[in-house]
């Protein structure tokens, strides 16, 4: 017998995952408007410290911060879905309110390297390179812990900006700190190592 998975909107489905796939992007295109127009209102006689305050209750987050990380998050994961079914301007929507998200979380702490790490990630997706490359960069400065990937992510996006040089350096510091990325296994590293090759034939290319 067929199981049938049955969304909130009563659309039927075979398969769990992509149900609950549907239920996200429901929940996100219901609630993410009227999130990012709280976000771009005006603190009027102190509504807008006292609506955080009921909303950080309501959904138990002890910390503001973490609330727009979060949401973020789900903004930048439901733009990555969108791009896999082909929803390519809806993805870029998505990317967006999850910038807005983050710039918002960077007000509050503007020297936490989780946000500007999150912000790299989105221009990188939306190949606003030199966006992805500032904030990487100033992920790296305030010592964000996941290095290996950050300094991955920034030499892609210096290769992808034809830099071959600073790709190549930066995919070396890669290789320094993920010693266990060797050609045998698929890790940064490993992936380092490919990456300069074709940043070297690129440079020879250009100097011909």
């Known amino acids: 017998m067929e199981i ?10 075979n398969d769990e995952d992509k149900c609950k796939l549907h239920e996200d992007n429901l929940f996100y295109e219901e609630m993410m408007p009227a999130l990012l127009k709280f976000v771009d209102s005006k ?13 950080l ?13 979060d949401w973020a998050d789900f903004a930048y994961r ?17 990317h967006k309110s999850s910038i807005k998200l983050l710039q918002k979380a960077i007000e509050l702490d503007a020297k936490n390297p989780i946000s500007y790490n999150k912000l790299g990630k989105n221009y990188r997706v939306l190949e ?11 992920a790296i400065e305030y010592n ?10 920034l030499a892609e996006c210096k290769s992808a900006t034809n830099e071959y040089q600073e790709a190549i350096n ?25 990456s ?10 250009n100097t011909k």
């Open 4 to 13: 049938i998975y049955r969304a909130t909107d009563g659309t039927e489905f």
């Open 43 to 55: 603190d009027e006689n102190n509504r807008y410290e006292e609506e955080m305050q009921e909303i």
């Open 57 to 69: 209750k309501i959904v138990d987050y002890k910390d503001e911060f973490f609330f727009y990380i």
């Open 78 to 94: 439901i733009g990555g879905e969108y791009k896999k079914s082909d929803k390519l301007q809806e993805s870029i929507n998505a």
């Open 128 to 138: 606003e390179y030199q966006d992805a490359i500032y904030n990487f960069e100033k």
């Open 144 to 153: 964000y812990k996941d290095l290996i990937r950050c300094y991955y992510c």
């Open 170 to 194: 930066y995919f070396q510091k890669v290789i320094e700190l993920d010693s266990s990325g060797t050609s045998k296994d698929l890790g940064y590293g490993a992936m380092s190592e490919w």
């Open 196 to 205: 300069i090759s074709i940043c070297k034939g690129n440079l020879s290319k």
